[in-house]
């Protein structure tokens, strides 16, 4: 069986999808640092052995994200809306129209054709504020695990809003509210407003039509899709694995 190999150079993580043309068949990630091309061996090596397979099953090898001209090893070069496009129309089995990428270091809202296409797109890479390393910032600023961040949001229990929608004057808002006695849950949910609020300003009205499609590291967060989908007044899903819809699709593209 020849696998077909998807790797995302993201910003921050680097993702890993073997996948038989149809499926992922194993998934892997590592932090993003230099020797890129190393990294994404070396998750090539373990999904690999994991599988049972030996490097005469490897098909084509196609690189995505960031880093994707790093990547040595990969003989096919997709840019990062055209796989998150194929792999989200994939993964929601045909239906996603209209989607959101919250990444490392970007917003990406993706309109999509019947047929999984790119139609149109916007791109909100101008402000850490709603990515994935913004996430982390705050996560190093309460001392609270990114895992804990929807326990610690349900747990809410005064209605706090953060308005800066830079991430320089976010953090200072977050630190004043420290200092006033305000609990890390009323942070965080406070900052899952501001992001819904964030994403909700590069929709338009007609996108809200059918339901947005969520992916990327920090989809993962129930309490970030239910906190979007308040905002919007949509209905709002999230992709399976949602860290790795680009490199599947980039085994797609």
Known sequence: MKVKVGVDLGSTVIKLVLSDGEK???????????????????????????????????????????????CGLAEARVDEITANAAGAFRLSQGQARRVVNIGGQDV?????????????????????????????????????????FPRLSQEATLDVT????????????????????????????ALHGSVARRVAAMLSS????????????????????????????AEVKVLEAPQYTVAFGATLA
């Open 24 to 70: 992922a068949l194993w998934r892997g990630q590592t932090a993003t640092a230099p020797g890129q091309e190393k990294l994404a061996q070396g998750l090539l090596r373990q999904g690999l052995s994991e599988l049972g397979l030996d490097e005469g099953a490897v098909g084509r090898v196609a690189a995505t994200g960031y880093g994707k001209g790093l």
């Open 108 to 148: 990406k809202v993706i309109r999509l054709d019947d047929k999984g296409r790119v139609a149109d797109f916007k791109m909100n890479d101008k402000c850490a504020a709603g990515t994935g390393r913004f996430f982390e910032l705050v996560a190093r600023l309460l001392d609270a695990p990114l895992e804990d």
């Open 162 to 189: 953060l308005n800066s929608t830079c991430v320089v004057f976010a953090e200072s808002e977050m630190v004043s509210l420290m200092a006033r006695g305000i609990k890390n849950g009323d942070i965080i949910k």
């Open 206 to 233: 007609a996108d809200l039509n059918e339901a947005i499609w969520l992916d990327g590291g920090p989809a993962r967060n129930p309490a970030l899709a239910n906190a979007l989908a308040d905002e919007l007044m």
